[in-house]
């Protein structure tokens, strides 16, 4: 079955960096687009940024345009997040998920914080 294992998450300073990963299996990686979503407490679902198949189209929300961005190694069957600049109001439980699907796995958490 589809699964996703996200790693990567921590406590980190403002101004800070961490890079998420997430191994994924059950399918075929590298026929499907791939988004990373975040989740803050009391709020709802939000789509982070979105990379194609290949690769070769990256997209973004533009409160992370310029501080994150979004990778993947099909080689690897694995997807990243390289998150710099990291702001409080980036603190939140972040997902990996396949489009299209349904399927999350158990995220990991980021919390910027001094």
């Known amino acids: 079955q589809v699964q996703f294992v996200e790693s990567g998450g921590g406590l980190v300073q403002p101004g800070g960096s961490l890079r998420l990963s997430c191994a994924t299996s059950?399918?075929?990686?590298?026929?499907?687009?791939m988004r990373w979503y975040r989740q803050a407490p009391g709020k709802g679902r939000e789509l982070v940024a979105h990379?194609?198949?290949?690769?070769?189209?990256?997209m973004y929300a533009d409160s992370v345009k310029g501080r994150f961005t979004i990778s993947r190694d099909n080689a690897k069957n694995t997807l990243y997040l390289q998150m710099s600049s990291l702001k409080p109001e980036d603190t939140a439980v972040y997902y990996c998920?396949?489009?299209?699907?349904?399927?999350w796995g158990q995220g990991t958490q980021v919390t910027v914080s001094s």
């Open positions: 990379i194609s198949s290949t690769g070769e189209t990256t």
């Open positions: 059950g399918f075929t990686f590298s026929m499907y687009g």
């Open positions: 998920f396949r489009l299209p699907g349904t399927s």
